[in-house]
Nanobody, 124 residues
Framework: QVTESGGGSVPAGASLRLSCAASGRPFKFYHMAWYRQAPGKEREFVAVISRDGETIYSADSVKGRFIISRDNAKNMVYLQMNNLRLEDTAIYYC???????????????????WGHGTQVTVSS
């Protein structure tokens, strides 16, 4: 089970940090990823971090602005979002997968556990 928190409404240029808590199987066994879905659009990949935190992939649209990290001691994964833009407005979802390679999170079908999402709204 995964649960997101930390969403909100912010002005463009602001920062937010999303958090995701995972329970069940030991957290260190999960690759963790963030996705988002904007109104009227398909869900898209944002970033993924491997079990040991050594491998990270990010979408081109967020590179240099969003940072994914994890704390295995706290069973948490984070998404630090800086310099938010209007187009970052979306529901953000956390996903976990203990088996599929982290790199595959960039494509469809990844993730064995998903949260319910947290809304991020960026306004001008």
């Amino acid at each position: 089970q995964v649960t997101e928190s930390g969403g909100g409404s912010v002005p463009a240029g602001a920062s937010l940090r999303l958090s995701c808590a995972a329970s069940g199987r030991p957290f260190k066994f999960y690759h963790m990823a963030w996705y988002r879905q904007a109104p009227g659009k398909e869900r898209e990949f944002v970033a993924v971090i491997s079990r040991d935190g050594e491998t990270i992939y990010s979408a081109d649209s967020v590179k240099g602005r969003f940072i994914i990290s994890r704390d295995n001691a706290k069973n948490m994964v984070y998404l630090q979002m800086n310099n938010l833009r209007l187009e970052d407005t979306a529901i953000y979802y956390c996903a976990a997968d203990p088996l599929a390679d982290a790199a595959l999170a960039q494509g469809p079908g990844w993730g064995s556990a998903w949260g319910h999402g947290t809304q991020v709204t960026v306004s001008s």
